[in-house]
């Protein structure tokens, strides 16, 4: 059975286009108080998850709700598409400002995967162009995670999604302090 090794406390950046099963994992192996969705703070706000008209302002929410975790720090997910720099970039920006490492889960999920599960999702379907437009944004984010500044780069095959199980690995707050330390910690496991 595979198993991920995640550092805790971190800030986890859910990385996949919608439809990849996100919320689905994070349900699988997070606690609902770990777990900040976008799409939850749209409904905070609205009442609706599917509000776009209140984007700003669910985003305002969910760096509200994660810089406070972090602050404690508490092991924190953030489940959205996160297939933009602009949407990740603060998020690193929280972890690095709260001495928290910062790791990309990345949901290696195919296109045609995220549309059909899109199609036979019952309660809601994104238009197949935003999906679509997505995984191109997705494809290329890839290419560019490594020069972004995470703690752990992880990249889940879709065939080994169903299977994977987590492990947390607890750092301690001398090794949150420094983030080396933490990088050096986390080499020393590895070999
Ligand atoms: N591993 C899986 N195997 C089969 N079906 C799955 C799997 N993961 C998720 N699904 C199904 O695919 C659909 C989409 O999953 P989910 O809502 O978790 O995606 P998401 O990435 O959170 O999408 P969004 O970004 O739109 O919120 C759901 O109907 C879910 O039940
Ligand atoms: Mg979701």
């Not at 699988?28 to 969705?37: D, K, L, V, Y």
């Not at 997910?77 to 297939?83: G, Q, R």
């Not at 790791?103 to 999702?121: E, F, G, M, P």
Request: glycine share 2%; charged share 25%; hydrophobic share 40%.
């Amino acid at each position: 059975m595979p198993i991920l090794s995640l550092p805790t406390p971190a800030l986890i950046l859910l990385i996949a286009p919608s439809g990849a099963g996100k919320s689905t994992f994070a349900a699988r192996h997070f606690s609902p108080t770990e777990i900040i969705s976008s799409d939850r703070c749209r409904a905070f706000i609205s009442d609706d998850e599917n509000n776009q008209q209140v984007t700003q302002a669910a985003f305002g929410l969910l760096h509200h709700w994660t810089r406070l975790r972090l602050a404690q720090p508490r092991l924190t997910v953030i489940d959205a598409t996160n297939v933009q720099y602009s949407a990740r970039q603060p998020l690193l920006r929280l972890a690095r400002a709260a001495q928290v490492p910062a790791v990309a889960l990345v949901l290696d999920v195919s296109l045609a995967t995220c549309l059909s599960r899109n199609r036979q999702r019952p309660q809601r379907f994104v238009a197949e162009e935003i999906i679509r437009q997505q995984y191109h944004e997705f494809t290329s984010a890839l290419l560019h995670l490594s020069r972004e500044g995470y703690a752990q780069i992880r990249r889940l095959k879709e065939d080994t999604l169903d299977s994977i199980q987590i492990l947390r690995e607890q750092i301690t707050r001398e090794q949150i302090t420094d983030e080396q330390a933490v990088r050096e910690a986390l080499e020393t496991r590895k070999n």
